[in-house]
């Protein structure tokens, strides 16, 4: 089963901006859909971002206008964008095989704070 592994967490300012990679193991070109999810400290993990094959996205309305997610098939990599970080954008990022199914990686922390 393809392996997924995210990167680009950090601390950053309100306002501020981060750019997250999710490199996986194997070809996601068979894997319709993608999905960036997060878990905020004592909540339950939650979907920001979805892609699919075809380019289309959808994201939660929390991250609306602010958030950008993309792949790059050739590449074997999903992005998302993160612009006018907030505080409540704290915690810990995950990227994930939605149709088919895919394992968890193993997160990347990103802390918002002044």
């Known amino acids: 089963q393809v392996q997924l592994v995210e990167s680009g967490g950090g601390l950053v300012q309100p306002g501020g901006s981060l750019r997250l990679s999710c490199a996986a193991s194997?070809?996601?070109?068979?894997?319709?859909?993608m999905g960036w999810y997060r878990q905020a400290p004592g909540k339950q993990r939650e979907l920001v971002a979805v892609?699919?094959?075809?380019?289309?996205?959808d994201y939660a309305d929390s991250v609306k206008g602010r958030f950008t997610i993309s792949r790059d098939n050739p590449k074997n990599t999903v992005y998302l964008q993160m612009n006018s970080l907030k505080l409540e954008d704290t915690g810990i990022y995950y990227c994930?095989?939605?149709?088919?199914?895919?394992?968890w990686g193993q997160g990347t922390q990103v802390t918002v704070s002044s």
């Open positions: 194997a070809s996601i070109f068979s894997i319709n859909r």
């Open positions: 994930k095989g939605i149709i088919p199914n895919t394992s």
């Open positions: 892609i699919s094959n075809f380019g289309t996205t």
